[in-house]
DNA sequence: GCAATAGTGTCTGTTAGACAGTATCTA
DNA sequence: TAGATACTGTCTAACAGACACTATTGC
């Protein structure tokens, strides 16, 4: 116990044998669109997406695996994983979210080796660009299907993804990241789109009605105005315009009790 | 990057700085129940309340600070936390979940330790049973608002209590570990409490109708019956005997869109 | 006019929220 | 019979869910 060992033992802690490296791994996401062919304007095809690398040696040579690297003394875990994601794809910003700790004995056959798992949501563009710079034998975007049942991981990196997959989507439904997935102002379709993506079996009949007329839900979303308050519209998806939105700063709290 | 190591640095990871310890801390929340002396029956006082270790040596000796101990390599970190968790209470069971990890560089001035926090939902007589085993000089009970605003804590203890208690609140809203703190059979006015406890600006005037008699709610709690199908009632806390409950495994899926 | 998205109308049954009122039992 | 908890009644407004219907506009 932390608060009974002797001072001689505190001071030397190195005295035990201590883990031989602390990684991040990070799950990137990304939401890519594909136009569907269409007699007239449509609503792109969304897939979720997730960016491996392949693994060049040992162990695991050949496998795909998650980017990731070692921690360093002089940061936070939370800062490896923002260096590790700024190497990987060149962007420093985005959202970037702690997911767990992954430690079970003999995960990595280098040693003991704590890896502390990130998931980060990308803009399409950032993840095809890194992807260009390499070979596509090196770097994959997958759907998230694809990953967790088709390829070999390394690691434990399937249960990762398996748990950043059941993450993103609770968060998706709970909170407002979608935004992550969205420009500043969408329409309600791009924002259905974007949820059903994420999670699959969300359905809702009235979506829109439900969204923008009842009061317990106003705040989480507002219409978007010109500075001289005029309503914006898109036609970008279909050939009537149609209204554009905006997130809020709000997030209303959930209850299984009311 | 884990992927592009080349096979030697692979192997000799030790090569590296790596952490001096990599310890669990356990976050101990408990109920405690006070009766209130009133004329006839009544429901007793709930506390929330965290127990913390006063520390003897350095660093931050004199100081208040959560139980805990460093991982083995031949353990998870939830395996460290539950060893922890019987070696400070006697007890192998309870909820036990895991917080976060804390790695701000200096957080610890005995070396580069990367902390792992868990709470623990535990029962009142584990902790009073530690508490009179050793000295109320060393093991202390205290509220959570007391810990939090009124102590000296050790590390980057208080951060990690906020967070806790954040997320205790977080859970006891959305998930059924109300359950952890109340008997297999329960009345609706202690949940009612419970829930009231762990978050005080939860207020429902209707508590009892909307949890028995709302269909988008059934299947969270199930009245508790006899063998015989008889209702069971208790009359612990008042004259008249009210109805028992138990949780079902249902827990429903949140969202802020529907 | 057709195709596609963007909504609105309408109906029924359920729920929220407020608050008054009744039920039960024992000290 | 007083005091405490345990409910039930009642009313209004809001909401859910289903589905039909209208609106808009480029092609």
Redesign the interface.
């Known amino acids: 116990?932390?608060?009974?060992?002797?001072?001689k033992q505190?001071?030397d802690?190195?005295k035990?044998?201590?883990?031989?490296?602390?990684?991040a791994?990070i799950v990137m996401f990304t939401l890519t669109r594909q136009e569907r062919r269409a007699a007239t304007k449509s609503l792109p095809r969304f897939d979720l997406k997730v960016m491996l690398?392949?693994?060049?040696?040992?162990?695991f040579a050949g496998a795909w695996?998650l980017?990731?690297?070692?921690?360093?003394?002089?940061?936070?875990?939370?800062e490896t994983a923002r260096r590790?994601l700024k190497?990987?794809t060149g962007v420093d910003e985005g959202h970037l979210e702690?997911l767990?700790?992954y430690?079970?004995?003999g995960r990595d056959p280098?040693?003991?080796?704590?890896s502390?798992a990130f998931f980060a949501l990308v803009e399409e563009w950032v993840l095809e660009k890194r992807q260009a710079a390499d070979d596509a034998q090196t770097v994959g975007l997958f759907t998230v299907q694809e990953a967790l049942h088709e390829l070999e991981l390394a690691f434990d990196h399937r249960e990762i993804l398996q748990d950043a997959y059941r993450k993103i989507q609770e968060q998706m439904?709970?909170?407002?990241i979608a935004k992550q997935f969205l420009p500043e102002h969408f329409t309600l379709s791009e924002l259905y789109q974007v949820?059903q993506t994420v999670v699959p079996d969300?359905a809702?009949l009235n979506?829109i009605r439900?969204?923008t007329s009842t009061r317990s839900?106003q705040g989480?979303l507002e219409e978007a105005r010109s500075e001289e308050g005029v309503p914006l519209l898109s036609n970008q998806y279909s050939q009537r315009p149609a209204q554009l939105y905006k997130f809020t700063d709000f997030?209303?709290?959930?209850?299984?009790?009311?």
């Open positions: 116990m932390t608060s009974e060992l002797d001072p505190q001071y802690a190195k035990y044998r201590t883990p031989d490296g602390i990684p791994d690398i392949r693994r060049k040696s040992w162990p695996a980017p990731g690297g070692f921690s360093q003394e002089s940061e936070s875990l939370y590790e190497e990987e702690y767990g700790v430690s079970t004995p280098r040693g003991w080796i704590i502390h439904l709970q909170t407002t949820i969300f809702e979506f439900k969204i839900r989480i997030t209303p709290r959930l209850s299984i009790y009311t």
